[in-house]
């Protein structure tokens, strides 16, 4: 397998807040991971600080520390403006922003939408060439106390029933290690995903979860009926093409329409 160090490429802004200490106990004495299903890790409580404007960043304290790793601290903005493309992948999805989502308080810490996530990066909307929209076949939540969809929850065995995988393994979260909480696909939450970012393209994951028999297919051409209809569905209830698939976790299942 080849590994390749990207640390030398890496670039922190010297804006960026570091989450303390004291940010996990004041997540863990609120308890909010069994009140919202939050992770626990500690990005709200300091983003609270953040807001109070008591403390101020120490760069130089921050430079030390990354370099050491060798990392560069330098002001990415700037940095950005540099560049011919640039690539903005957002957290979560739109349906857990803090402000726009119908499911507060179940929702994460920051706001979700294209226009949110390029606001933090300091770009300009203006400097935006496409959004892409990017949605499951299956929409997850956290496990526990997340809340809940626009469509009915359904058990990792009746996905595996539906695809006709033996071997589907339930998800489990990359923070918390819990089993997600699957549903059936809500265009009630994509119309509303589709009004607050407007993508101009569309891209589907999962879709070895709707015939398992498609798993690492390359072509729109070697899919099942039974795939091809799902997307077209997706397509006529949005009213926009679907432009990128995957078909499988490795990097070359996928599709380009």
């Known amino acids: 397998m ?4 990207v640390t030398p490429r890496l670039v922190v802004d010297p804006r960026a807040w570091i989450i303390r200490p004291e940010d996990f106990k004041a997540e863990a ?4 991971k069994d009140k919202i299903g939050s992770t626990g890790e500690a990005a709200g409580s300091s983003l609270i600080r953040k807001m109070w404007r008591t403390q101020i960043t120490n760069v130089g304290q921050m430079r030390l520390w990354f370099g050491d790793r060798g990392i560069r601290v330098k002001d990415t903005i700037e940095y950005m403006s540099h560049m011919n493309r640039v690539l903005v992948e957002g957290c979560q999805g739109t349906l ?14 920051r706001e979700c939408s294209a226009a949110a996530v390029i606001a933090e990066c300091g770009i300009s909307p203006l400097e935006v060439a496409d959004v892409w929209g990017v949605m499951r076949t299956y929409p997850i939540r956290v496990g526990g106390n997340s809340g809940h969809t626009g469509a009915e929850e359904l058990s990792w065995q009746e996905v595996a029933r539906r695809s006709g995988n033996p071997h589907l393994i339930p ?6 290690n819990r089993q997600r909480r699957i549903f059936e696909i809500s265009f009630r939450d994509l119309d509303h995903a589709m009004r607050v970012n407007r993508p101009s393209h569309l891209a ?3 879709l070895d979860y ?16 039974k795939s091809k209809q799902f997307v077209t569905d997706v397509e006529a209830r949005l009213q926009k093409r ?16």
């Open 96 to 109: 857990l922003g803090l402000h726009t989502s119908p499911y507060y308080p179940y929702v994460t810490s």
């Open 2 to 5: 080849l590994t390749i160090d």
């Open 242 to 257: 679907v432009r990128w698939i995957s078909t499988g976790k490795e990097a070359e299942a996928y599709i380009v329409m």
């Open 204 to 206: 589907l994951t999962f």
């Open 171 to 176: 998800e489990r979260t990359t923070v918390t």
């Open 29 to 32: 004495d609120a308890g909010i």
């Open 210 to 225: 709707v015939d398992f028999g498609d798993y690492g297919a390359h072509e729109w051409i070697n899919l099942s009926t």
